[in-house]
């Protein structure tokens, strides 16, 4: 019923910068944390930054200064500002979110389909 969508993924030069977006729709009663990771070819997925509900956010080290998380609560919609880019960042990146669908339920993880991120040298 519900489901995440990212875009904004692409090929980008070294020093150059990405925007991802990634938009939550369907039944939600509410979303607690969002967030992304990435995996990169031969390497397991690590979480790259997190956001919660009330805007803590944490970030990888190797992304810190460089990639700044937010959101927009109104449009159910995380961001991920990307600048700097190096080859190091290529990756499948996947939006993450926790969400209760119904009042009563409790809260359960859902991922989007990832966005593939390419950075040349």
């Known amino acids: 019923q519900v489901q995440l969508v990212e875009s904004g993924g692409g090929l980008v030069q070294a020093g150059g910068s990405l925007r991802l977006s990634c938009a939550a729709s369907g039944t939600i009663f509410s979303i607690n944390r969002m967030g992304w990771y990435r995996q990169a070819p031969g390497k397991q997925r690590e979480l790259v930054a997190l956001?919660?509900?009330?805007?803590?956010?944490r970030y990888a080290d190797s992304v810190k200064g460089r990639f700044t998380i937010s959101r927009d609560s109104a449009k159910n919609t995380v961001y991920l500002q990307m600048n700097s880019l190096r080859p190091e960042d290529t990756a499948v990146y996947y939006c993450t979110s926790t969400m209760t669908t119904q009042s009563w339920d409790v809260p359960r993880i859902y991922w989007g389909q990832g966005t593939q991120v390419t950075v040349s040298s």
């Open positions: 956001i919660t509900s009330d805007g803590n956010t």
